[in-house]
């Protein structure tokens, strides 16, 4: 069944973008996507700009985007990948809770946030929620 109506099936990984400015963040995030076999890396943007034009050429099923960039920062991002491929999921991602940015970015279409400090296995359960989430507004089941 189509999760997000892009390419989910249940056999098949939810499609992921990673977008943060921290390359050593990027990494370990990757490196956590790779432990699981929901989860397909489709590839990394440094900046919100970057992950404008990642999108168009692969579109995700949802992007973990940092909040706090040079340039476009997230919320910024958010706006434009959302405006382009409305079926994606934008989770925001940030080390400041109850930073006012957080709401910026959930008024701007994001569906959840993640803090950075927060247990790999449980940033995992987090994504797998907002895409359980995502699913069940478009009336699918993942």
């Given at each position: ?50 992950a404008l034009q990642l999108v168009d ?86």
């Amino acid at each position: 069944m189509l999760l997000l109506g892009v390419h989910l099936v249940t056999d098949q990984p939810i499609r992921i973008l990673i977008v943060d400015d921290h390359a050593a963040v990027r990494r370990a995030l990757a490196e956590l996507i790779a432990t699981t076999t929901d989860f397909e890396l489709i590839g990394e943007a440094c900046s919100g700009s970057e992950a404008l034009q990642l999108v168009d050429r692969y579109p995700p099923d949802m992007v973990l985007m940092d909040i706090s960039m040079p340039g476009m920062d997230g919320v910024e991002a958010t706006k434009g990948i959302l405006a382009k491929h409305p079926a994606s999921t934008v989770v925001v991602f940030t080390s400041h809770a109850g930073n006012a940015r957080i709401v910026d970015a959930l008024e701007a279409g994001a569906s959840d946030y993640v803090l950075k400090d927060t247990d790999p296995y449980e940033i995992l359960a987090q994504l797998r929620s907002a895409a359980r989430r995502a699913a069940s507004a478009v009336g699918r089941e993942l």
